[in-house]
C-alpha cells in the first residue's frame, strides 16, 4: 500500500464521522497528497488548457460584443435609419420632428468621376450626397491634405466644394484645391476625408468616395429616370421617441407593406465588422472547441488512470467503515476544487492570448474595446469544472458503491453501469457547452456530434476488430507468430480497456488530423476561393457593337483571352404558375431579390468555377432550361423540376429548373443567378460585362478605355480583394497560436491514452519473463501489440476527420474540400508513430529489471 493510501486510511480510521470542516480538511489533505504523487498532473494541465483555449477566443468576443453595442450609434451616425430605394416618404420625417428627434438625409449613388485639364481622368466613384447635420451620431473626420492631421469636420462640404478620400484623389492625379467634374458641374476638392464609419461594406461603397452637399446633387444631372440610388432618413434623439418612431415606421413599412424600404436599427449597426470577422471566428472558434475536445479525452483517460491506482485506497476505506456517501463528497469536493483551480489559471492565461489574438486581428478592430465583462470568466470556470466533474468524476464513481470485497477483488459487477450513465451525462453536459462556447448551433452541433459519433463508432470498431483479428490469428492456417497471436490475445482478453485505449487515442489524433486539415486544406481552400490574382476590375455596359472592339484593346493591353459574358435583364413573375408576390416569402434577402430585375446570361458550357449540386447541365440544347444558383433556390424553394416565368422586355419566358449550381462568390469572377441556353436569350436585348486582374502599374489601360468608350463603366474592386487576403493572413495567424494550445492537449491525450493501460502492460511483460519468455519475444509482443492499437486508431481518425473536415468546408465555411488520399496512410503511420513511441517510453525499462521487481512495481 502507497504511502498516499496508508496516510489517507489512517486519518479516516481515526474519525470515520465527518463534519463538513472534516470533509474540508480531508478533501485538502488528500488534494495535496495526490498532487505531491503526481496524481493530479495531467489533469490540471489538460484543464488549463481547455479553459485557456476557450476564454482566449470567448474574451475577444466578449469584448467585440461591447464594442460594437457600445458604438452602435455612431456606426451608423444615427438612432435608427429608413433606407429606401427611392426618395423616402415625407411622412417619416414628419412623424421624427413631431416626436422631437433630429433628422438628417444621405443620397448615394455611383457615377464617373472626371478630373480636369489637358488629359482627364475618369474613375467611378461612390458619391454621397448629406444634408446639414449629418451625422447625427459620431463624427466624420477630414484632413486638409493627404498624411496631414486629420480633425472632426464641423459641418458638411460647403456649396461648390466636395471632400473626397485619398484613394479617389491618387486616381485622379489631383490635389486638394483641384476641381473635378461631377455629371455636369464642377467642383473644388475642399478636403480628404479620413474616416467615415458608416460607410458600409456595400459594393458601390467599395469605389473611392466623394462627399457632397445634398442640394447640390440635383445641378449634376446624375440622377435620372432608372437610376440605382439608396435614399436612407438618418433619425436621432432621446431613446424613449427613438423607440416610439421604430414603431411607427415598423407599422408604416410591414403593416403598409411598402416595398424598396427596410430599417435600420442600433443591433445592426457596424454590420461590415461582423461580416468580415464572421469567418475569422469559425477558425478560432473551431480551434478552441478542438482543443477543449482533446482535452477533454485527456482528463477521462487521465481520471480513469487515477481511479486504478487509487483502488487499493478506496477498497481500504470502504473496509474500514467510510461510508458510500463520505467517498463521494471527498472525491467530488477534491475534483471541484482542482476545476475552480485549474479555471481560474485557464482564464487567466486566456486573458493572455486573447491580448495575442487581438495583435494578430488588430487591423480589422478599428476600435477602442472595453474591458470584458464577467461572463467569459464565469464560463470559463464552469467550463473546467463541466470538464472535469464531467469526465473525471465517473470512473471513480463506482469506487463507492460496490461492496468492500468487491472491490478487492476487482471485480464491477453492475456499478460499472453508473460510469456509464455519468459519462454519458458528462458528454450531453460538455456537448453543450461546446455549443455554448460556438455560439451558434451549427459549428458547435458538428463538432459536438463528430466527437460523440466518434467515440461511439471508434469504441464499436475497436471491440469488433479485435474480436476478429483475434479470431484470425488464432486459426491454424494463419502463420501469424507468437507475437502477433500472444499481442492480439491480450488485447482482446482486456477488451473494454483495450478498445478505450483505441478510442481516446483515435479520437485525439483525429482532432489533431482536423486542426492540421484546418491549417493546411481549410486555410488553402478559404485562399484558393480568393487568389492573389483574383479578379481586380470589372466592365460593364459593354453594348453588343462594341465587343469585338473592346476585346481587342484588352488584348492588346496585355489582357489576352478576356471572356465578355452577356447580361439580360428579367423579372420573376411566377414559380410554377404562382404569381410571384414578395411579402409571400419570409427572409428580407428573397423579398429584396424577386422585387427586383434579376441578371440572366446564357452559355452552353457549365462555367469552370462553377460546381452542379443537384440536377444535370443543359448543354446544347435549343429549348429554353435554367440553371439556377443554390443560394437563389433556397431562398425562393425552388428545385430541379420546376417551372419559372420570367418578364424580358414585355416578353415572358417559361422554362423549367434542370440544374442547381454551386457558384464561389469570392473568387471574383462574373457570376449569373441564372444561365439558359442561347436560343432562350440571345435575341433579347443584352449588355456584356467582363472583370480581370490588372496590375496597379498597367491602370492607364483603363483610362483610355474609358476615353475611347465613354458609356462604359469600370469597377475597381481592387480594395475588397486586398481586405479579404489582409483578413485571410491575419486569420492564419491567428489560428497558428491557438494550435499551440491544441498541439499541447494532444501530446496529453497520446500520453494519456497510453499510459492508460500501461500498468496491465507491465504485469504483463513480466509474466512472460518470469515464464521463462526471452527479451526478444517480449519485444515481439509489445511491438506487435503498438502496432495493432496505432494502426487501428490512426486509421479511424483519419477517416473521422476526412469526414468531418468536409461537413465543416461545406457547411459552415463554405468553400469545397476535396478528398485526400495521403490522409489514411498519414494517419495510419501517426497512428503506428505514437503508439510505439510512447510504448517504448513506458516500458523501456521493463526488460532491463528484473521480472520480480516490475511485477512489485505494476
Not at 489574438?357 to 470584458?372: F, R
Request: aromatic share 8%; glycine share 10%.
Amino acid at each position: 500500500m502507497s504511502d498516499t493510501v496508508r496516510g489517507s486510511t489512517a486519518h479516516v480510521v481515526s474519525k470515520r464521522r465527518f463534519s463538513g470542516a472534516d470533509l474540508l480538511r480531508q478533501t485538502m489533505r488528500m488534494t495535496a497528497r495526490d498532487w505531491r504523487a503526481g496524481e493530479l498532473t495531467m489533469l490540471l494541465l489538460a484543464l488549463v488548457l481547455a479553459v485557456a483555449a476557450l476564454s482566449s477566443v470567448g474574451i475577444l468576443a466578449d469584448r467585440l460584443h461591447q464594442g460594437l453595442e457600445r458604438d452602435a450609434r455612431r456606426m451608423i451616425a444615427a438612432d435608427f435609419i429608413v433606407r429606401a430605394d427611392h426618395p423616402v416618404d415625407p411622412q417619416f420625417s414628419q412623424q421624427a420632428r413631431a416626436l422631437g428627434l433630429n433628422t438628417a438625409s444621405t443620397t448615394i449613388f455611383p457615377s464617373m468621376i472626371n478630373s480636369t485639364g489637358a488629359q482627364p481622368v475618369s474613375r467611378l466613384a461612390a458619391i454621397k450626397a448629406v444634408s446639414p447635420g449629418y451625422p447625427l451620431r459620431g463624427a466624420l473626420r477630414i484632413a486638409p491634405a493627404p498624411g496631414a492631421a486629420d480633425h472632426p469636420a464641423q459641418s458638411i462640404p460647403p456649396p461648390g466644394t466636395v471632400w473626397v478620400d485619398q484613394a479617389l484623389l491618387d486616381a485622379l492625379k489631383l490635389h486638394v484645391g483641384g476641381e473635378v467634374k461631377v455629371g455636369s458641374r464642377s467642383f473644388t476638392i475642399g478636403a480628404v476625408i479620413t474616416r467615415e464609419l458608416d460607410r458600409g461594406f456595400s459594393f458601390v461603397n467599395f469605389s473611392p468616395r466623394l462627399m457632397v452637399r445634398a442640394d447640390e446633387v440635383q445641378s449634376t444631372g446624375l440622377i435620372t429616370f432608372g437610376s440605382r440610388v439608396t435614399y436612407r432618413l438618418l433619425v436621432a434623439g432621446a431613446d424613449e421617441s427613438v423607440a416610439r418612431f421604430a414603431q411607427f415606421a415598423h407599422d408604416r413599412v410591414d403593416g403598409g407593406k411598402m416595398r424598396g424600404v427596410a430599417l435600420e436599427s442600433l443591433q445592426d449597426g457596424q454590420p461590415q465588422v461582423r461580416q468580415t470577422l464572421d469567418r475569422a471566428s469559425h477558425f478560432l472558434t473551431l480551434v478552441s472547441l478542438l482543443t477543449a475536445l482533446l482535452a477533454a479525452v485527456a482528463i477521462a483517460m487521465a481520471a480513469h488512470r487515477y481511479m486504478r491506482r487509487h483502488l487499493d485506497s478506496c477498497a481500504a476505506m470502504r473496509c474500514l467503515g467510510v461510508s458510500q456517501a463520505t467517498l463521494r463528497a471527498l472525491f467530488t469536493l477534491e475534483f471541484a476544487g482542482l476545476g475552480l483551480m485549474g479555471g481560474a489559471a485557464g482564464v487567466a492565461l486566456g486573458y493572455v492570448g486573447h491580448l495575442v489574438l487581438l495583435t494578430w486581428l488588430g487591423s480589422l478592430i478599428d476600435v477602442v474595446l472595453p474591458y470584458p465583462s464577467g461572463w467569459p470568466v464565469l464560463e470559463g470556470i464552469a467550463a473546467g469544472l463541466v470538464l472535469l466533474l464531467g469526465f473525471a468524476l465517473p470512473p471513480l464513481l463506482p469506487l463507492t458503491r460496490v461492496p468492500p470485497m468487491r472491490v478487492l477483488r476487482r471485480e464491477w459487477g453492475e456499478a460499472g453501469r453508473t460510469a456509464w450513465a455519468a459519462y454519458a451525462l458528462g458528454i450531453v453536459l460538455f456537448a453543450a457547452l461546446l455549443i455554448v462556447a460556438a455560439g451558434e448551433l451549427k459549428l458547435g452541433g458538428i463538432v459536438a456530434g463528430g466527437f460523440a459519433g466518434g467515440l461511439l463508432v471508434f469504441a464499436c470498431i475497436a471491440r469488433l476488430a479485435l474480436w476478429g483479428a483475434s479470431r484470425v490469428v488464432r486459426s491454424e492456417r494463419v502463420n501469424a507468430g507468437i507475437g502477433w497471436r500472444y499481442a492480439l490475445a491480450s488485447l482482446e482478453r482486456r477488451s473494454s480497456a483495450s478498445a478505450l485505449e483505441i478510442t481516446a487515442l483515435g479520437i485525439g489524433l483525429m482532432c489533431l488530423l482536423l486542426i492540421a486539415m484546418t491549417h493546411n486544406d481549410l486555410v488553402a481552400g478559404w485562399r484558393k476561393s480568393t487568389p492573389p490574382d483574383a479578379p481586380n476590375e470589372f466592365i460593364i455596359d459593354i453594348q453588343p457593337d462594341q465587343r469585338e472592339a473592346v476585346t481587342h484593346y484588352l488584348g492588346a493591353h496585355g489582357l489576352p483571352g478576356t471572356v465578355l459574358s452577356p447580361m439580360v435583364r428579367g423579372r420573376l413573375l411566377a414559380i410554377n404558375g404562382k404569381p410571384v408576390n414578395p411579402d409571400a416569402f419570409k427572409g428580407d434577402d428573397a423579398r429584396r431579390l424577386v422585387d427586383r430585375e434579376f441578371n440572366l446570361s446564357y452559355t452552353t458550357t457549365l462555367p469552370e468555377d462553377n460546381r452542379l449540386s443537384a440536377g444535370t447541365w443543359y448543354g446544347e440544347t435549343k429549348t429554353p432550361q435554367i440553371s439556377i444558383e443554390q443560394g437563389l433556390a433556397k431562398l425562393i424553394d425552388v428545385k430541379p423540376g420546376d417551372t419559372l416565368r420570367f418578364d424580358v422586355t414585355g416578353l415572358q419566358i417559361d422554362a423549367p429548373v434542370t440544374s442547381v449550381r454551386k457558384l464561389d462568390w469570392g473568387s471574383f469572377k462574373v457570376n449569373f443567378f441564372v444561365l439558359m441556353p442561347p436560343a432562350a436569350l440571345q435575341d433579347f436585348p443584352a449588355t456584356f460585362i467582363t472583370s480581370f486582374h490588372l496590375p496597379p502599374s498597367q491602370q492607364a489601360t483603363i483610362d483610355g478605355l474609358i476615353a475611347a468608350y465613354p458609356n462604359l463603366t469600370a469597377i475597381d474592386t481592387g480594395p475588397i480583394v486586398a481586405q479579404v487576403q489582409r483578413v485571410m493572413q491575419q486569420v492564419i495567424g491567428a489560428v497558428q497560436f491557438l494550435f499551440a494550445f491544441t498541439l499541447a492537449a494532444g501530446v496529453l491525450v497520446l500520453y494519456a491514452a497510453l499510459a492508460g493501460t500501461r500498468d496491465e502492460r507491465m504485469r504483463e511483460s513480466a509474466l512472460l519473463r518470469a515464464l521463462g519468455a526471452s527479451h526478444r519475444q517480449v519485444r515481439a509482443v509489445q511491438i506487435a501489440e503498438f502496432v495493432a492499437v496505432g494502426a487501428l486508431a490512426g486509421l479511424m481518425a483519419a477517416l473521422g476527420a476526412q469526414a468531418i473536415g468536409w461537413v465543416l468546408a461545406t457547411r459552415v465555411f463554405e468553400f469545397y474540400l476535396s478528398f485526400d488520399p495521403w490522409l489514411l496512410p498519414a494517419g495510419v503511420a501517426a497512428g503506428v508513430a505514437c503508439a510505439g513511441v510512447g510504448g517504448w517510453l513506458s516500458l523501456r525499462h521493463v526488460l532491463s529489471r528484473p521480472a520480480l521487481q516490475s511485477l512489485r512495481d505494476a
